[in-house]
């Protein structure tokens, strides 16, 4: 027995046919859905499927939007948080992906300033702590950085205690220590401020900061420190780098502007209310520092010193002589006295005026000349003034107020507020001040709001509501709507199938013609509805003609399976 080999073939083998059921699915949807049962529950499902729909929009749309209210924080810092946003009812989520805390748009503000007045969040772990994470076996260039950012950190945390100051960030430029460098460069610092809305800082503040700096690392000079704010203005100003004449006049002026300013409203305020006067002051200053020295002399000198000698006769010598004993020893005879005359000048001839010159001796008859030296003090008398800058050369102020609702101010309430006004700057007629009051409407400008309609807050609100009134609609039309039609029809056509055969002709179950009300309509009869027939009533059925009426109920009743059974038989014809 020999089998005859035949050649491989490349072709593939054909696949087997595909199901009758399988070959077209969009046939067998329409088929499915043709279906009596299908077709009675499509508007509950529909109705189903529309309700949840318009839940998932709206729960979609009825969630306002979420802003991003913190982000990398630490988990006690989350907890912290979100308990003192539950405390203050304010709604907040955490995102499972970047772990940001999202809360309201409409909250975002509020919950802000709640945090800020709490102090959260807390403060990553930094300063000193940074070093009780350092691993062992790192190296010298690591552990010095990691040492100055701890430095750098507990630096920033100090400037922060300042009011007027929300953030703080410091930079150190340290050299490294080496015993081989001769010029070893001196560390410096940079600090950034980011001061409150509103805030500034005074000179002595930004002063007392760069002291703080440069206190806190060794050999740091205080003109090597830099302080910038949030806006890039540099605020320690050093050397020729400071302001300069014209910068201290203005900020000097500034300050006693302000400060009359703040006395007005002080005044003004309780007298005629918040908001109805408005106040301007211009001051003069003069900033011009003075210097005078001042020397005086008297005419009339002091004697301060005198030499000189004189030459003269003398009438009655009494030399001594005789023997040496008691009479020797007797006292000489009385002195007369002589009225003192001016001293003689300088070559012993007395004054051309004949005035004594003061200080010096009488006139004395017995002398032929005489020689003096003198020598006078003169009267002197220094003085030095030197005058501070800051003087006002002239004040002017105006203040405007708002007439009342009903009539005006009078003259006389004018005068009394100007002389109020005069007395609370110093009112000095001296120096040419002017004070001005004057009393007027206000004119009432509208604030255009400068932002677009859609960037408007009550616009959201307003779009998720009509949309949820959009889908309401959406449901009430397309759901309710035909499901309602659709039992009403089923009703009809029940009733339309309880009907005797010529009752759908118009006649009666009797046969007669049916009643009609005066508006032409039919009047409706009582109908008793017949029960639904199934295929075990037909197969029991023997009677021929009432198969027949059974077939055509159950066929009435189910109009699908009778198509389905039809078809059936015509194939089944068909393969005999």
């Given at each position: ?59 979609a749309l009825s969630s306002p939007p979420q802003k991003t209210l913190f982000e990398n924080l630490s988990d006690a810092d989350k907890q912290a948080v979100t308990t003192a946003l539950s405390a203050a009812n304010i709604k907040s989520k955490i995102n499972d992906g970047t772990g940001a805390l999202t809360v309201n748009e409409e909250d975002y503000s509020k919950a802000r300033m709640l ?449 389905l059974a039809i078809r059936d038989m015509i194939r089944s014809e068909a393969q005999s």
């Amino acid at each position: 027995m020999s089998t005859a080999l035949t050649p491989a073939s490349n072709t593939p083998p054909a696949l087997p046919p595909l199901p009758e059921k399988f070959a077209n699915p969009l046939r067998q949807i329409k088929s499915v859905m043709a279906q009596p049962a299908v077709r009675r529950s499509a508007p509950m499902a529909m109705l189903i499927g529309l309700i949840a729909a318009a839940a998932l929009a709206w729960m979609a749309l009825s969630s306002p939007p979420q802003k991003t209210l913190f982000e990398n924080l630490s988990d006690a810092d989350k907890q912290a948080v979100t308990t003192a946003l539950s405390a203050a009812n304010i709604k907040s989520k955490i995102n499972d992906g970047t772990g940001a805390l999202t809360v309201n748009e409409e909250d975002y503000s509020k919950a802000r300033m709640l945090l800020a007045g709490q102090g959260l969040p807390k403060q990553a772990p930094g300063g000193y702590a940074i070093l009780d994470q350092l691993p062992m076996g790192v190296s010298r260039a690591v552990e010095g950085e990691r040492l100055r950012q701890a430095r750098e950190s507990e630096l920033a945390r100090s400037i922060e205690e300042i009011d007027a100051v929300a953030e703080a960030r410091v930079h150190l430029a340290t050299p490294e220590a080496s015993p081989f460098i001769r010029d070893k460069s001196s560390p410096s610092a940079s600090v950034v401020l980011k001061l409150n809305a509103g805030r500034s800082l005074s000179e002595s503040q930004v002063q007392s900061i760069i002291n703080l700096v440069a206190s806190s690392v060794p050999g740091m000079k205080p003109e090597d420190v830099t302080v910038v704010d949030q806006m890039g203005g540099l605020l320690s100003k050093k050397g020729a780098e400071g302001a300069s004449g014209d910068d201290r006049r203005i900020d000097f002026q500034r300050r006693l502007e302000e400060k009359y300013r703040t006395q007005l409203i002080q005044l003004l305020t309780p007298l005629v209310g918040a908001g109805n006067f408005t106040a301007e002051v211009q001051a003069d200053v003069n900033l011009d520092e003075t210097s005078a020295t001042s020397e005086r002399y008297d005419k009339d000198g002091a004697l301060r010193a005198e030499t000189g000698n004189w030459t003269g006769n003398q009438k009655d010598p009494t030399t001594p002589g005789g023997i040496p004993g008691a009479l020797s020893n007797t006292p000489p005879p009385a002195s007369t006295l002589q009225q003192p005359q001016a001293a003689n000048g300088a070559n012993g001839a007395p004054p051309a005026d004949g005035k004594p010159v003061a200080g010096g001796p009488g006139v004395n008859p017995e002398k032929q000349s005489d020689a003096f030296q003198r020598a006078y003090d003169l009267n002197k008398q220094i003085s030095v003034t030197r005058a501070a800058p800051g003087s006002i050369k002239r004040l002017t102020v105006a203040v405007l107020l708002r007439d009342p609702a009903t009539g005006k101010r009078s003259q006389m309430e004018i005068n009394q507020i100007s002389d109020l006004v005069k007395s609370a700057v110093g009112f000095d007629q001296q120096r040419n001040d002017n004070v001005t009051v004057i009393s007027r409407k206000f004119a009432d400008a509208g604030v255009e709001d400068s932002r677009a309609w859609y960037d408007n807050s009550w616009l959201p609100i307003v779009a998720r509501n009509a949309t949820a009134v959009l889908i309401a609609l959406l449901v009430l039309l397309l759901g309710v709507r035909p499901l309602v039609k659709a039992m009403t029809k089923k009703k009809d056509e029940a009733e339309t199938k309880a009907l005797p055969m010529g009752a759908a002709d118009g006649a009666g179950a009797d046969g007669a013609a049916p009643r009609v009300a005066a508006d032409g309509q039919p009047v409706p009869e009582q109908i008793a509805v017949q029960p639904a027939v199934t295929l075990d009533e037909i197969e029991e059925t023997n009677n021929f003609d009432d198969r027949i009426v059974k077939v055509r109920g159950f066929t009435r009743d189910n109009p699908a399976r009778a198509a389905l059974a039809i078809r059936d038989m015509i194939r089944s014809e068909a393969q005999s």
